[in-house]
């Protein structure tokens, strides 16, 4: 029998998003949006574990803890907090009320199945299983695309079969489609592949079209932009428009629409993007699809600037890039660079998200130190490396 999981979260999105990477596991999912909701739940079905939120409407995940664990049905029950509070004394607070662990918001699904695996065994070993293959509903509006079509490819969301059929009637014969009829399936497209643009109605059956988008921008490892999302609503909803501003979607596409409309608003979104990939690159350099990054020997005055931009701003910087075509990223690392673990571990996850960016990695290490601590790890021991970046170049252009 599969195992149970219950989420008590306010966000939909959130609860979506777990539900997602757990199907795959025949995991039964539970959903309650605050406390009350979620204290009932349990005590109905006696889930083996539950998700909670911190900061809740009605009852927050404090209170809902404590009523939990006063159950002495519930009790043993484990309980994951998942939230953005991670405030040492919050943490610590919530511990000595029996929480068993918590994950930091917004959180991907490797770190969601490394966390819960050792209470569900929903796998063996310590290699996380790959996502299965989705294959989106094979609904007439999705249309099936060849991966080496060089055409920007296009997300459509919407619940109305004629605004789909009208978005294909105008882009079809210039552009890859691919449709969603809500909110879930749009979030199980994005799950699977990259777009050019967004086109997202504001108002889905499933999920708000926010919702939607807070999601996707959660995906900004994956190259999300609010620049490629185009909003489609009603001229009359102002207040859904007021709040697409908020949440900085620079276009708006009022239904109904003309193709040049439809054109217009793909224009506007493409010159924002360009303005944000044309800023000023702090960590790169780029040599048409060739990217080099610099990784200082430890003693340099770069040293701390680099080593702590590992984790953030590099990985965004070659977000933009890609999206611009690069293919290859080539890094040099200098003596002691890898020395303290914290930069290590940030480096080798820098090197999975290039991996997970489709770029090619070779490295450069000129000194025996920073090539022995290469060799360490199973993710760099097996990629090339070179004593100079004179060597690196000339290799990539035979």
């Known amino acids: 029998m599969g195992k149970k999981v219950l989420t008590i979260d306010d966000s939909k999105t959130v609860r979506t998003i777990i539900a997602k990477y757990l199907e795959q596991f025949s995991v039964t999912i539970f959903e309650a949006e605050d406390g009350e909701q979620g204290v009932a739940c349990a005590r109905k079905n006696i889930p083996d574990l539950i998700l ?32 953005t509070e991670t405030s040492k004394e919050t943490v610590v607070k919530l511990l000595k009320l029996g929480l068993n662990d918590y994950i930091a918001k917004p959180f991907t699904r490797e770190l969601l ?9 929903l796998y063996s070993g310590e290699q996380i299983p790959p996502e299965s293959e989705e294959i989106l509903p094979e609904a007439e509006e ?8 060089a055409s920007p490819t296009i997300l459509v969301v919407d619940d109305k079969a004629s605004i789909r059929e009208l978005m294909k009637d105008h882009l079809s014969d210039q552009f890859q489609l691919v449709m969603a009829d809500c909110g ?34 959660q995906h900004i490892g994956e190259g999300a932009s609010e620049k490629k999302v185009i909003a489609m609503t009603l001229r009359s909803a102002l207040q859904d428009i007021h709040r697409a501003n908020e949440l900085g979607i620079p276009v708006i596409l009022y239904k109904p629409f003309t193709r040049s409309e439809v054109l217009k608003a793909m ?17 790169l350099t780029v040599n ?9 020997a430890q003693k340099s005055s770069k040293y701390r600037f680099y080593a702590e931009s590992l984790a953030s701003e590099i990985p965004q910087e070659i977000d933009t890039l890609v999206d611009e075509g690069a293919d290859l990223l080539i890094i040099t690392i200098g003596e002691g660079f890898l020395s303290k673990q914290i930069v290590s571990k940030n480096f080798i996850k820098l090197i999975q998200h290039a991996s997970q960016m489709h770029l090619s990695v070779r490295l450069v290490a000129d000194s025996p ?20 970046l004179e060597c690196a170049l000339n290799s990539i252009a035979c």
């Open 52 to 83: 909670l939120d911190y900061n809740m409407p009605v009852m927050d995940g404090y209170h809902t803890l404590i009523e939990l664990k006063m159950d002495p049905e519930l009790k043993p029950v484990p309980v994951m907090m998942v939230t």
């Open 267 to 283: 224009e506007q979104s493409a010159a924002g993007q360009k303005e944000i990939n044309t800023k000023k690159l702090h960590y």
């Open 369 to 388: 130190q920073a090539r022995d601590a290469l060799k360490k790890y199973s993710e760099t021991c097996n990629l090339p490396i070179d004593v100079s």
């Open 288 to 296: 048409g699809k060739v990217l080099t990054l610099e990784c200082p």
């Open 113 to 121: 199945l490394k966390k819960i695996n050792p209470i569900l065994k």
């Open 184 to 217: 879930r399936t749009a979030l199980a497209a994005i799950e699977q592949r990259r777009f050019d643009y967004i086109f997202l109605d504001i108002s889905l059956p499933d999920m708000s079209g926010f919702d939607v988008f807070n999601a996707y921008m």
């Open 142 to 149: 999705t249309i099936a695309l060849e991966e080496a079509d």
